[in-house]
């Protein structure tokens, strides 16, 4: 008889998190394990989640929070989950409180940390409700060493109670990624060097850092052109950074949204630039590296580990130093292949079979400890 596990995740989204859930809930063992996914509200995204092989619900929007994580409790006893694996801040939150009424069941709790939280732990109640929760959770997990000693730090747990599993790379989502199609899409013309920022338009991902570099960069440096991939979040930020790029002539500088065809428009960058101010993994960085982009990114977080020195790394906040960086990339294409094979050679490190295994890993010590 094999085990029902839960993720629960809190929308399907387009960032990170969905896509690790994908992958896990994907790759485990069938043998051992039933996965199944609750997703606490509605949102864009869903159709990442067809095709795979388990039951995936979404909470109904107009029960709210209290009613999703009713919901979800109805959910796991309903379908007599035996671990319930948690995702990322809220569903971390909620996901424990929901789980906490069936702990008499003998249902194993996972809490799985994806990011740096500390802008949401700085409230005292947040950070209370985690460590309380803390209690009832059987095992931690964390996407680096740098999100594990980060946890470690706020919640007061010892680091080494946390496995470190480092998420992996899809290659079926970038193998078919053309060059001269993505060039083409994104308008790019012979001898422009394509310079991608691939991320929410938020202020963790830095792109008002990276509009602003670009904005110096421009006037000597007129064959560049500047990309932005990735869905709006901070609408505010979005409007103010969308008005100076209209500002600047040429369309030299673009935001261009969230787009299903990430492979062709990887391929049609030359440069990817990561200036996060915080980073929990960053697996738009180590999609670019297996695309054999030379990467120019924050030393924040886990960047510095997970691009393992394949990447130039800058000071998060500074335009100018990632415009000096960038420079040197676009005027040296000797430079540019080096730091892109080097970046190949580092992305063929993370595989999401390795980490869906360490997951199961995890699991099998929570039901042999039951």
Known sequence: MTTGVAHVLNTPGFGGVPRVVRALAGLTDRRRYTPAVFILKPGEGLDLFSGLDATVVVAAEERGKTGAIAALAEFLEARNIGILHTHSFRPNLYGRMAGALLRASGLKIVAHYHNDYADKW?????????????????????????????????????????????????????????????????????????????????????????????????????????????????????????????????????????????????????????PSRWEGFGLAIVEGMAMGLPVVASAVGAIPEVTGGAAQLISPDNPQELAAALSLLITDEHLRSEFGRAARRRAQSFDWATAAGAVDAVYDSLVAGA
Do not use: Y
Request: aromatic share 2%.
């Open 122 to 274: 700085s409230d005292p109640s947040a950070i209370a409700l985690e460590r309380r929760l803390g209690r009832i959770t059987d095992a931690r997990i964390a996407v680096s060493g740098a999100v594990a000693l980060h946890v470690a730090e706020w919640t007061g747990v010892a680091p080494e109670s946390l496995t470190v599993i480092r998420n992996g790379l899809d290659l079926g989502r970038l193998a078919q990624g053309d060059r001269g199609r993505g060039r083409a899409a994104l308008g790019l013309a012979e001898g422009e060097i394509c310079i991608g920022l691939v991320g929410r338009i938020c202020a963790q991902k830095g792109v008002d850092t990276f509009v602003e570099a670009a904005e110096r960069l421009l006037p000597d440096l007129p064959q560049a052109r500047f990309v932005v991939l990735g869905a709006m979040e901070d609408r505010a930020l979005a409007d103010t950074l969308r008005a100076r790029a209209e500002a600047v002539p040429g369309q030299a500088i673009r935001l261009v949204g969230h787009r299903e065809d990430i492979g062709d428009l990887l391929a049609a960058f030359d440069i990817l630039a990561a």
